[in-house]
């Protein structure tokens, strides 16, 4: 494509800003304070010089917030601003990364952006994406869903776009325009005071762009700001100066909007699906697998909000009692945390540390509100009392463990609603003391707080003694009542403690009743009733649905149809589809499939350097790689029949740091090792296809990477990864450039698969994002974690430039206990074939339970919710007057999309109808759906 020639003067768009990290190499309230500086000083700027024509305020309006929450007098002059077109705000509510958050995730946080904005008169009405590292396939979709034409991005755009505008296409078809930002998101700042500087900067820039092929298309865009930069009072004169001394340019301040209108749409290159090129900008992959706790908490934070809390609320509570503004909160914490620099963990170590607390906060209200409706559901269902009700919290039928504590003694079963027996395994019988202590010398009102209700330090209470040991010392034994036992009225028990404390008191030189700072002397026990921790094997249970399980004694009358237990020993697992047999020499395990496909060597850890930062891996110049362990031992911890586990322990020695400073790692150190001991946990459970692994390990070294390698059954030539709303194919190869050697290390959502000739092994994990394919394609790298000190180092051998400032973070070491969860899968075919959607459902969403209290529940023993069938739910919450309902097709064929017995609407992003939805809609591949079902 040939450079646009424009007539007469180059136009020179002018846009200022600043960048607005809201935490990074310093915490948020650090930040908020220069924010307030910063604007206190700028809008009394804005409103008085008409020279200076517009400010985009980033982009984000949680910058807006966070500057109210202070100034809540100014809102009326930012309302004002905005409403005149002077100042641009949102669309999004925090600029946030769009690899290591859920697509949900990145939906809400445009939401919340839209309708804050509206509050002010209206959001800027273009994807603003200026930092983001690296960019999803999906984004044009969603930006389209939105209504927004235009997306604004810098990194990850490959070198094959070879001009300042293209069409950026997702997998459904959808298509934006994209105006690159050649130079960064600051390739306009510090503009001079002097009009001469800055005719001469343009001329620059101009230089610069004529690198690319097609070189600028309408002129040149300035965007004049960077990081937490101060605006230029000077601008609106130096551009006035600059016009007036020459003809050559046309320097304007404007804002996106309308730059972006003027900019054309003919003849422009396409690019599908994602931008993940490190050839113009450092992309900074490392910030999948830096600080793996910040990405296990926000895997299951989300989770608990999007696949628990918010469908069972919506599903299972009355309209009346869905708890919206507790979600709402919940979400908040979610999208601030998905801030690039929050999100991606690349920050100190205090930003890292209220990074966790909001993720912590999200998921305690998700797992809240989730098991609040669960027990809703189970109360109004009719099945014996006791009986489990076993809820499915995806929208597909499954089968599944559910583990619970019953009473009683010796083996037990499970009836269906049918009656059919379902088998169980006791994994601990539970007898004896619950609670008991040697309480000397403390205040009454201590044990008095323990009376609560029907219960005694938690346990319901069927009787009590009260014997004296010796003078002023008093036994307390209490009998905890199991199921079917009489429960006595526990203020008996208070008044009798009450009375014991009354001699203490005068004993202590005081008349009258006992009060809670009273002392006394007590030997406390609580003898509970016996109790057994069991597993069931729930049979099909409804998408969105239940069945109840009612507990029996003893064994099952009969064998239970269709189910073939787990067995295991110390050398192996196996169950009705795989063998698991575990190598005493190295640790690592074989899984054959029941139809003959059989990979060696699995969970080979390899442990190595790191000489990098949070933002990248990078190997020290002299590495050293250990990947065989010293010792292995393994045993079995059960041994089935529905679950069987063994535990297979190595040592390993490896170097405790590597050597280096702030510019780079020069070496591992080998002369300073530790003996490291690594625990993993292999599972297989009946009726699954696929292994189970657990591994811990208590770390004591430094600066290094610790990955699990998989032979791959077929050699491959990509990977398929679960990202947004959709699988991408990758490469074995990634784009590098000058400023960041080309790592395919990869980031995946919940699941990477790597098939080929019609096999496959897929990794499902909690919270691992990042993998590679090795090996020319023969094994497959998951990455459990990455051990750096600094927040950016300045010339790692992968990366030649700083990335941020260097700061230390002890944080990011990961010291001490680490837990990793993920397992492994062989299959025939591709990803589709081995339904690795619901796979992974079954592996990180455990069936919920909560009990039944009897047959005179409204709703039947068995039943669904919701029936959804022909794509994978994405969302299904209440919104006033209805529910909705979010989709999404990954398959690279058409599919129906049917809800039974449905009719409402097709809305966009903003709410807003766009076609009748009659209970079905046919999804094009890659596309995304979401539809309003009134309440009736």
């Given at each position: 494509?040939?450079?646009?020639?424009?007539?007469?003067?180059?136009?020179?768009?002018?846009?200022?800003?600043?960048?607005?990290?809201?935490?990074?190499?310093?915490?948020?309230?650090?930040?908020?304070?220069?924010?307030?500086?910063?604007?206190?000083?700028?809008?009394?700027?804005?409103?008085?010089?008409?020279?200076?024509?517009?400010?985009?305020?980033?982009?984000?309006?949680?910058?807006?917030?966070?500057?109210?929450?202070?100034?809540?007098?100014?809102?009326?002059?930012?309302?004002?601003?905005?409403?005149?077109?002077?100042?641009?705000?949102?669309?999004?509510?925090?600029?946030?990364?769009?690899?290591?958050?859920?697509?949900?995730?990145?939906?809400?946080?445009?939401?919340?952006?839209?309708?804050?904005?509206?509050?002010?008169?209206?959001?800027?009405?273009?994807?603003?994406?200026?930092?983001?590292?690296?960019?999803?396939?999906?984004?044009?979709?969603?930006?389209?869903?939105?209504?927004?034409?235009?997306?604004?991005?810098?990194?990850?755009?490959?070198?094959?776009?070879?001009?300042?505008?293209?069409?950026?296409?997702?997998?459904?078809?959808?298509?934006?325009?994209?105006?690159?930002?050649?130079?960064?998101?600051?390739?306009?700042?510090?503009?001079?005071?002097?009009?001469?500087?800055?005719?001469?900067?343009?001329?620059?820039?101009?230089?610069?762009?004529?690198?690319?092929?097609?070189?600028?298309?309408?002129?040149?865009?300035?965007?004049?700001?960077?990081?937490?930069?101060?605006?230029?009072?000077?601008?609106?004169?130096?551009?006035?100066?600059?016009?007036?001394?020459?003809?050559?340019?046309?320097?304007?301040?404007?804002?996106?909007?309308?730059?972006?209108?003027?900019?054309?749409?003919?003849?422009?290159?396409?690019?599908?699906?994602?931008?993940?090129?490190?050839?113009?900008?450092?992309?900074?992959?490392?910030?999948?697998?830096?600080?793996?706790?910040?990405?296990?908490?926000?895997?299951?934070?989300?989770?608990?909000?999007?696949?628990?809390?918010?469908?069972?609320?919506?599903?299972?509570?009355?309209?009346?009692?869905?708890?919206?503004?507790?979600?709402?909160?919940?979400?908040?914490?979610?999208?601030?945390?998905?801030?690039?620099?929050?999100?991606?963990?690349?920050?100190?170590?205090?930003?890292?540390?209220?990074?966790?607390?909001?993720?912590?906060?999200?998921?305690?209200?998700?797992?809240?509100?989730?098991?609040?409706?669960?027990?809703?559901?189970?109360?109004?269902?009719?099945?014996?009392?006791?009986?489990?009700?076993?809820?499915?919290?995806?929208?597909?039928?499954?089968?599944?463990?559910?583990?619970?504590?019953?009473?009683?003694?010796?083996?037990?079963?499970?009836?269906?609603?049918?009656?059919?027996?379902?088998?169980?395994?006791?994994?601990?019988?539970?007898?004896?003391?619950?609670?008991?202590?040697?309480?000397?010398?403390?205040?009454?009102?201590?044990?008095?707080?323990?009376?609560?209700?029907?219960?005694?330090?938690?346990?319901?209470?069927?009787?009590?003694?009260?014997?004296?040991?010796?003078?002023?010392?008093?036994?307390?034994?209490?009998?905890?009542?199991?199921?079917?036992?009489?429960?006595?009225?526990?203020?008996?028990?208070?008044?009798?403690?009450?009375?014991?404390?009354?001699?203490?008191?005068?004993?202590?030189?005081?008349?009258?009743?006992?009060?809670?700072?009273?002392?006394?002397?007590?030997?406390?026990?609580?003898?509970?009733?016996?109790?057994?921790?069991?597993?069931?094997?729930?049979?099909?249970?409804?998408?969105?649905?239940?069945?109840?399980?009612?507990?029996?004694?003893?064994?099952?009358?009969?064998?239970?149809?269709?189910?073939?237990?787990?067995?295991?020993?110390?050398?192996?697992?196996?169950?009705?589809?795989?063998?698991?047999?575990?190598?005493?020499?190295?640790?690592?395990?074989?899984?054959?499939?029941?139809?003959?496909?059989?990979?060696?060597?699995?969970?080979?850890?390899?442990?190595?350097?790191?000489?990098?930062?949070?933002?990248n891996y990078s190997p020290p110049a002299e590495d050293v790689v250990v990947e065989s362990p010293d010792t292995v031992t393994a045993g079995v911890v059960e041994a089935g029949?529905?679950?069987?586990?063994?535990?297979?322990?190595?040592?390993?020695?490896?170097?405790?740091?590597?050597?280096?400073?702030?510019?780079?790692?020069?070496?591992?150190?080998?002369?300073?090792?530790?003996?490291?001991?690594?625990?993993?946990?292999?599972?297989?459970?009946?009726?699954?296809?696929?292994?189970?692994?657990?591994?811990?390990?208590?770390?004591?070294?430094?600066?290094?990477?610790?990955?699990?390698?998989?032979?791959?059954?077929?050699?491959?030539?990509?990977?398929?990864?679960?990202?947004?709303?959709?699988?991408?194919?990758?490469?074995?190869?990634?784009?590098?450039?000058?400023?960041?050697?080309?790592?395919?290390?990869?980031?995946?959502?919940?699941?990477?698969?790597?098939?080929?000739?019609?096999?496959?092994?897929?990794?499902?994990?909690?919270?691992?994002?990042?993998?590679?394919?090795?090996?020319?394609?023969?094994?497959?790298?998951?990455?459990?974690?990455?051990?750096?000190?600094?927040?950016?180092?300045?010339?790692?051998?992968?990366?030649?430039?700083?990335?941020?400032?260097?700061?230390?973070?002890?944080?990011?070491?990961?010291?001490?206990?680490?837990?990793?969860?993920?397992?492994?899968?062989?299959?025939?075919?591709?990803?589709?074939?081995?339904?690795?959607?619901?796979?992974?459902?079954?592996?990180?969403?455990?069936?919920?339970?909560?009990?039944?209290?009897?047959?005179?529940?409204?709703?039947?023993?068995?039943?669904?919710?919701?029936?959804?069938?022909?794509?994978?739910?994405?969302?299904?919450?209440?919104?006033?007057?209805?529910?909705?309902?979010?989709?999404?097709?990954?398959?690279?064929?058409?599919?129906?999309?049917?809800?039974?017995?449905?009719?409402?609407?097709?809305?966009?992003?903003?709410?807003?109808?766009?076609?009748?939805?009659?209970?079905?809609?046919?999804?094009?591949?890659?596309?995304?759906?979401?539809?309003?079902?009134?309440?009736?």
């Amino acid at each position: 494509m040939a450079s646009q020639t424009v007539p007469g003067p180059i136009p020179v768009a002018i846009v200022p800003h600043t960048h607005w990290d809201r935490e990074w190499y310093a915490p948020f309230q650090t930040y908020r304070l220069r924010l307030i500086a910063l604007l206190d000083d700028f809008l009394p700027l804005l409103d008085r010089d008409p020279g200076y024509r517009h400010f985009l305020l980033d982009g984000q309006t949680a910058v807006l917030d966070d500057y109210l929450e202070v100034r809540p007098e100014a809102e009326d002059q930012l309302r004002r601003l905005v409403v005149s077109g002077r100042l641009s705000i949102g669309p999004w509510m925090i600029l946030m990364d769009e690899f290591m958050v859920s697509g949900e995730t990145m939906i809400r946080n445009l939401q919340f952006g839209l309708a804050r904005a509206a509050e002010f008169g209206g959001a800027m009405e273009v994807g603003y994406l200026p930092d983001m590292f690296g960019h999803i396939a999906q984004m044009p979709q969603i930006l389209k869903l939105a209504g927004l034409d235009h997306a604004v991005v810098w990194r990850g755009v490959p070198m094959a776009i070879r001009s300042t505008g293209f069409w950026w296409e997702a997998p459904d078809g959808s298509r934006v325009r994209a105006e690159y930002l050649y130079g960064s998101y600051s390739n306009g700042r510090d503009i001079p005071r002097d009009p001469a500087s800055l005719v001469e900067r343009a001329k620059s820039y101009e230089a610069e762009l004529g690198q690319l092929a097609a070189g600028r298309l309408d002129g040149m865009l300035l965007m004049n700001g960077t990081d937490h930069q101060v605006p230029q009072p000077w601008l609106g004169a130096v551009v006035d100066g600059a016009n007036a001394a020459q003809d050559g340019y046309h320097f304007r301040v404007t804002s996106l909007t309308d730059h972006l209108a003027r900019q054309p749409v003919d003849g422009l290159p396409t690019w599908e699906g994602e931008l993940r090129s490190g050839a113009r900008a450092n992309l900074l992959m490392g910030v999948a697998s830096n600080r793996v706790d910040v990405h296990q908490a926000a895997a299951a934070a989300e989770r608990a909000m999007e696949r628990r809390a918010e469908p069972m609320a919506a599903l299972a509570l009355a309209p009346d009692r869905y708890p919206a503004r507790l979600l709402e909160l919940a979400w908040r914490d979610l999208v601030l945390n998905s801030a690039h620099d929050s999100s991606c963990a690349c920050s100190h170590d205090e930003v890292v540390d209220q990074v966790l607390v909001r993720y912590r906060e999200a998921r305690q209200i998700g797992d809240g509100v989730g098991r609040e409706a669960v027990r809703t559901l189970a109360m109004e269902v009719g099945a014996p009392a006791g009986s489990a009700v076993v809820v499915n919290p995806s929208a597909h039928a499954r089968r599944g463990l559910v583990e619970m504590t019953l009473p009683g003694e010796g083996p037990l079963h499970f009836l269906d609603p049918d009656g059919r027996p379902r088998p169980a395994q006791i994994v601990a019988e539970e007898t004896g003391e619950r609670f008991a202590t040697q309480v000397v010398g403390t205040k009454i009102g201590w044990v008095l707080d323990m009376l609560r209700g029907e219960e005694f330090a938690g346990a319901p209470v069927k009787g009590f003694s009260v014997e004296e040991r010796s003078a002023g010392v008093w036994d307390v034994t209490v009998q905890a009542a199991g199921p079917g036992d009489d429960r006595i009225d526990v203020e008996l028990l208070r008044e009798r403690l009450v009375e014991l404390a009354v001699p203490a008191s005068r004993s202590q030189g005081r008349s009258g009743p006992a009060t809670p700072d009273d002392e006394v002397v007590f030997s406390i026990r609580v003898v509970r009733a016996p109790a057994r921790r069991v597993l069931l094997a729930a049979d099909v249970v409804p998408g969105y649905g239940w069945t109840s399980y009612e507990p029996r004694d003893g064994e099952a009358p009969d064998a239970v149809e269709g189910f073939a237990p787990v067995t295991a020993s110390a050398h192996g697992l196996a169950n009705e589809h795989l063998e698991v047999e575990v190598s005493p020499d190295d640790g690592t395990f074989r899984v054959t499939t029941a139809d003959g496909l059989s990979v060696a060597g699995l969970n080979r850890y390899v442990n190595g350097g790191d000489g990098g930062d949070t933002y990248n891996y990078s190997p020290p110049a002299e590495d050293v790689v250990v990947e065989s362990p010293d010792t292995v031992t393994a045993g079995v911890v059960e041994a089935g029949p529905l679950r069987g586990r063994i535990t297979i322990t190595s040592t390993y020695e490896w170097p405790l740091h590597a050597e280096g400073d702030e510019r780079k790692c020069v070496r591992r150190a080998p002369h300073a090792t530790h003996t490291v001991s690594i625990g993993t946990s292999l599972e297989l459970r009946a009726g699954e296809p696929f292994v189970r692994v657990h591994t811990h390990l208590d770390n004591p070294c430094r600066d290094q990477r610790l990955r699990a390698h998989f032979p791959l059954p077929a050699k491959v030539d990509g990977s398929d990864a679960e990202c947004a709303f959709g699988v991408v194919h990758r490469g074995l190869t990634a784009e590098g450039g000058p400023s960041e050697f080309g790592l395919p290390t990869f980031p995946s959502r919940r699941f990477v698969d790597c098939s080929g000739g019609g096999v496959g092994l897929a990794l499902i994990h909690d919270g691992l994002l990042e993998y590679e394919v090795v090996g020319d394609g023969s094994e497959v790298a998951l990455t459990l974690m990455r051990s750096v000190g600094w927040l950016s180092r300045l010339e790692p051998d992968l990366r030649p430039n700083p990335a941020g400032p260097p700061v230390r973070v002890e944080g990011a070491q990961m010291l001490g206990l680490q837990r990793f969860e993920y397992a492994v899968m062989l299959h025939a075919g591709t990803w589709e074939d081995a339904r690795l959607y619901e796979v992974a459902d079954g592996v990180l969403l455990p069936l919920d339970r909560a009990p039944a209290l009897g047959p005179a529940g409204p709703r039947p023993a068995s039943g669904r919710l919701l029936g959804v069938e022909g794509a994978v739910v994405s969302s299904c919450s209440r919104v006033p007057g209805g529910l909705t309902v979010r989709v999404f097709n990954p398959s690279r064929s058409r599919s129906t999309f049917r809800i039974d017995g449905a009719d409402g609407w097709v809305v966009d992003l903003r709410g807003a109808p766009v076609d009748r939805f009659d209970g079905s809609a046919d999804l094009r591949p890659g596309q995304i759906l979401t539809v309003l079902l009134p309440d009736r």
